[in-house]
C-alpha cells in the first residue's frame, strides 16, 4: 500500500525567510509525487509533480520541491516566503506500473500542513 | 470554461436522510472522483470513475454510491446520511497530464 507522511501540522516562517515543508513516502514501485495547495473556502490547486528525470522540480509560484529515492522524501521549497503563500499544502504519492494512464492509479494524499508566513 | 463545478455548496440533512451532491465538468476529463476532507486526515477517495460507465471504490466507499453516465456529470449519493457523514466533498477530474487533478470548490454537508 502506498502512503504520504507530512510529519508537521503547521509550519511559521517569517516573510522573506526560505521555507520547506516537509514530506515522505512509502511505495510499492516508482512513485509519482505531487504538491497542491489550498486556500480558505477553496478547492485544492495542483502546484507540481515528479515523474521523473531531475530530482529538483519547479512549480507554480516560485515553489520547487525536490525527490530524495535514498531518504523518501519530497520536501516543498520556496526561497523567499511571501504573506501571501499562507495556507495548507498536501503531499501526494501515485503508484503506477502499467503502460496505461489509469492502472493503480490512486492518488493518496498526506494530512496536509498549514503554513502561516509571519508579516 | 466553467472547469469543475459543485452543487449544492452547503447542505444540512438530518439524520436518516438521503440526497444527491451534484460534480460536473467541461474539460472532457475521462478521470472524475470524490473525496472527503477531515480535519487532521487530510483527503480521502470515496470513489472514482475512469469514464462513463466504469465506476470503483475508494478508500472509504460506505455510505456512498456513484454512476457516470455521462463524461460531464458524476453524481455522489448519500442514500441514509448518518452524522459520521459531516464532511467538506470535493469532486476532481484529471485529464491526460497525470496526477494532475482539477477540483472543485466543494460541498460542505453537516448531517444532524
Known amino acids: 500500500a502506498q502512503s504520504v507522511a507530512q510529519p508537521e501540522d503547521q509550519v511559521n516562517v517569517a516573510e522573506g525567510n526560505p521555507l520547506t515543508v516537509k514530506c515522505t513516502y512509502s511505495v510499492s514501485g516508482n512513485p509519482y509525487l505531487f504538491w497542491y495547495v489550498q486556500y480558505p473556502n477553496r478547492g485544492l490547486q495542483f502546484l507540481l509533480k515528479y515523474i521523473t528525470g531531475d530530482n529538483l522540480v519547479k512549480g507554480s509560484y516560485g515553489f520547487e520541491a525536490e525527490f530524495n529515492k535514498s531518504q523518501t522524501s519530497f520536501h516543498l521549497k520556496k526561497p523567499s516566503a511571501l504573506v501571501s503563500d499562507s495556507a495548507l499544502y498536501f503531499c501526494?504519492?501515485?503508484?503506477?506500473?502499467?503502460?496505461?494512464?489509469?492502472?493503480?492509479?490512486?492518488?493518496?494524499f498526506g494530512t496536509g500542513t498549514r503554513l502561516t508566513i509571519i508579516p | 470554461n466553467a472547469g469543475v463545478t459543485q452543487t449544492p455548496k452547503f447542505q444540512v440533512l438530518k439524520t436518516g436522510q438521503s440526497m444527491t451532491l451534484q460534480c460536473a465538468q467541461d474539460m472532457n476529463h475521462e478521470y472524475m472522483s470524490w473525496y472527503r476532507q477531515d480535519p487532521g486526515m487530510g483527503l480521502r477517495l470515496i470513489h472514482y470513475s475512469v469514464g462513463a460507465g466504469i465506476t470503483d471504490q475508494g478508500e472509504v466507499p460506505n455510505g456512498y454510491n456513484v454512476s457516470r453516465s455521462t463524461t460531464e456529470d458524476f453524481p455522489l449519493r448519500l442514500l441514509s446520511a448518518a452524522p459520521s457523514q459531516t464532511s467538506v466533498y470535493f469532486c476532481a477530474t484529471e485529464g491526460r497530464a497525470v496526477g494532475e487533478q482539477f477540483f472543485g470548490p466543494g460541498t460542505r454537508l453537516t448531517v444532524l
Open positions: 501526494a504519492v501515485r503508484v503506477t506500473w502499467v503502460i496505461s494512464n489509469f492502472g493503480n492509479e490512486k492518488l493518496t
